[in-house]
């Protein structure tokens, strides 16, 4: 299973948000490339990367951070926030993400996301199904849907997605563990790579996406606080 520690960017800083509430915000560090670099270090090789601020203007607007940690280090990044337009996706692929991210306008606008899929194909798109009550929620999470989580994720498998990044909101950020029934509901109905976020509090969280069938796990608020430690992590990748 994948190791994948999180960079969310607000300012060009460093945070993390408490269920995705923008009031939340705590800044753990000014330089996102600092911490890019110590994941780095302890030979971690994925990073999924966050624009918050593109998340909320619908565009994207942190790629120069993106720019910059695609060039100084050799992290595999996925990299999601803002992406609506394809000149967005354009930008970040060229920005040197090796993924994008397909969160709100997978919901708005599905013709544009299987648009990419055919362009960029299914290993460059990543599905963002990011659920409250196991509702999709859009747009920085700040607006809810009707639509089911799982029949959403099989829905899109069947039109060629083949990883899907799925947080549950209420999970996020709390330290509380992660939502495995959810996830193993997930895995019954739809054939994706699952990468769980959300939740993940200690090493026996990510024991526990392994025992579901988790392809990868993402990890943010965990290391940010010192639950666990980036050495543990290198014990894994």
Not at 147 to 155: A, G, N, P, R, T
Not at 187 to 205: H, K, R, T, W, Y
């Amino acid at each position: 299973m994948r190791i994948i520690p999180a960079i969310d960017i607000i300012d060009g800083k460093c945070v993390r948000l408490t269920k995705g509430d923008y009031r939340t915000k705590k800044v753990y560090n000014e330089d996102p490339l600092e911490v890019a670099k110590a994941f780095e270090a302890f030979g971690i090789n994925y990073l999924h990367l966050v624009d918050l601020d593109g998340a909320k203007a619908k565009q994207i607007m942190n790629y120069k951070v993106l720019e910059k940690i695609a060039a100084r280090t050799r992290l595999n990044i996925d990299f999601g926030g803002g992406l609506k337009r394809d000149e967005d996706v354009k930008i970040a692929f060229n920005s040197g993400a090796n993924q994008i991210t397909a969160g709100s306008i997978a919901a708005t606008r599905p013709e544009m996301v299987t648009s990419w899929l055919k362009k960029y194909g299914a290993e460059k798109v990543i599905l963002g199904a990011d659920a409250k009550n196991r509702k999709i929620a859009t747009h920085g999470w700040e607006n809810h849907t009707e639509l089911d989580v799982i029949s959403y994720i099989k829905d899109y498998s069947e039109k060629g997605i083949r990883y899907v990044i799925c947080t549950d909101i209420d999970k996020d950020g709390m330290l509380a563990g992660v939502s495995a029934e959810l996830y193993k509901e997930i895995l019954a109905e739809a054939n994706v790579n699952l990468i769980a976020s959300g939740g993940v509090s200690q090493l026996s969280d990510l024991d526990d996406c392994e025992a579901i069938g988790c392809e990868a796990v993402i990890i943010g608020k965990a290391i940010y606080e010192g639950n666990i430690s980036l050495k543990q992590l290198s014990q894994r990748c």
